[in-house]
């Protein structure tokens, strides 16, 4: 019951978010730097300092996180060697359990660095409500752009030329 009444609830906040335009945050600078573990077990720093950031939350069953995972997926195929790092955060506590999260990229062919926030802790210092939800970070780590809802490929490449 209480999955699914999360669910019906994400599903209303991405509805009532989704038409809203673009975001854009006033500068602000996160609270802590985040040393965690990607999903293939390398460290990565979240903000990674000196470099832009686009932070990225989602959950495999979340119907938009379906859909626009794939244009992550091209964004950073195209960006590897790009002065832009891609950091998705999939918040494993709201999930089935880790396994469903591994079936999930492995079926998708994912390889884009996955860091699950098992504990929430992303979640709350991003004040995540909604997912999926994104922020560009600017090279000092403060948040430059918020976008609730899903975004395109072609959203994430002009985010990158900012």
Not at 108 to 135: A, R
Request: net charge negative; glycine share 4%.
């Amino acid at each position: 019951m209480t999955k699914r009444f999360t669910l019906i609830a994400s599903l209303v906040m991405v509805a009532i978010f989704s038409w809203l335009p673009e975001a854009t945050a006033e500068k602000r600078s996160v609270p802590a730097v985040f040393l965690m573990k990607t999903i293939e077990g390398d460290d990565i720093s979240i903000p990674h300092k000196g470099q832009k950031t686009i932070l990225h939350f989602w959950t495999s069953w979340c119907p938009p996180c379906k859909k626009e995972l794939p244009q992550f997926q091209s964004f950073y195929e195209e960006q590897q060697a790009g002065g832009v790092q891609l950091v998705t955060v999939n918040l494993v506590n709201a999930e089935q359990n880790k396994q469903a999260v591994v079936d999930f990229i492995e079926a998708n062919k994912l390889t884009f660095p996955v860091v699950l926030d098992s504990q929430g802790d992303l979640m709350k210092t991003y004040h995540i409500v909604t997912i999926p939800t994104s922020f560009l970070l600017n090279e000092k780590g403060e948040i430059e752009k918020t976008a609730v809802g899903p975004m395109t490929a072609e959203q994430l490449k002009e985010w990158a030329q900012e």
